[in-house]
């Protein structure tokens, strides 16, 4: 399984990235907005700042929502460095310009996934990844968890080399059980990698165990 940091702060990608597990990064504009990167050119920089952290995949949101929007601004995204995918909106012309980059052999993000007949859909375009969001399904008391579920069955049916992105994870558990289905890769923000370290019985085995070395010594 892959683990990705759902976050454009640099601070926490680089802290994400010395722990030596991380294989990448998805950003979107709400993202950037937090940590008050505006305007195209700021933008632009911060994507080639996050690839200098981090070495693996670096998600780039593009803003437009029509065909030649999208193509333009994903072909400048991905001419900024290797590890850039370019990050798709789930709409018609996200699945054309999906499509399209995959002919070209740049890769994709399908993002704001929720329906496994998307999911499908972005799988067909040749998309590099699908990400479904299964907190914002949770929020709204749907179950995100049972549509990992079902594309990870759609994809396997038919050998789909489409990697299911799980996204707007919240917390340790979705983790966990996005690992249990198969997605491929997680992304969410750090404390929901971080968060896997903990357990209360490695603080007081280790206490104990270094309790009992200083007696001997
Ligand atoms: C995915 O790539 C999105 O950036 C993200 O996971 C959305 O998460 P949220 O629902 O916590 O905003």
């Known amino acids: 399984m892959k683990f990705f940091i759902d976050t454009a702060n640099l601070d926490q990608i680089s802290e994400a990235q010395s722990l030596g597990i991380l294989d990448g990064v998805t950003t979107n504009p709400s993202l950037m907005a937090k940590e008050g990167i505006t305007g195209k ?12 952290i981090v070495d693996g995949d670096v998600s780039a949101e593009v ?3 029509d065909f030649e929007g999208m193509i333009s601004e994903g072909e400048l995204l991905a001419a900024l460095h290797p590890q850039i995918v370019v990050k798709l909106p789930m709409i ?7 499509k399209y980059f995959a002919d070209k052999g740049i890769r994709t993000n399908v993002t704001l996934v929720f329906s496994s007949g998307q999911a499908l859909l972005a799988a067909k375009a040749g998309a590099t990844y699908v990400s479904p969001f299964l907190g914002r399904l949770d929020d709204i008391s749907t179950d995100g968890l049972h549509l990992i579920s079902e594309i990870r069955h ?7 080399q489409t990697e299911i992105l799980a996204a707007s994870i919240r917390h340790t558990m ?8 198969g997605a491929d890769v997680m992304t969410g923000p750090l404390s929901s990698i971080t968060g896997l370290l903990n357990h209360p019985l490695t603080d007081i085995g280790l206490a104990k165990f270094l309790e009992d070395y200083k007696k001997g010594n």
């Open 92 to 98: 018609k012309d996200g699945i054309k310009a999906c």
């Open 41 to 52: 050119q700021n933008i632009i920089d911060h994507y080639k700042k996050i690839c200098s």
């Open 174 to 181: 979705h983790v966990i059980d996005c690992a249990k289905i």
């Open 154 to 160: 759609i994809y396997n049916n038919y050998g789909f």
């Open 63 to 65: 803003i437009s929502t």
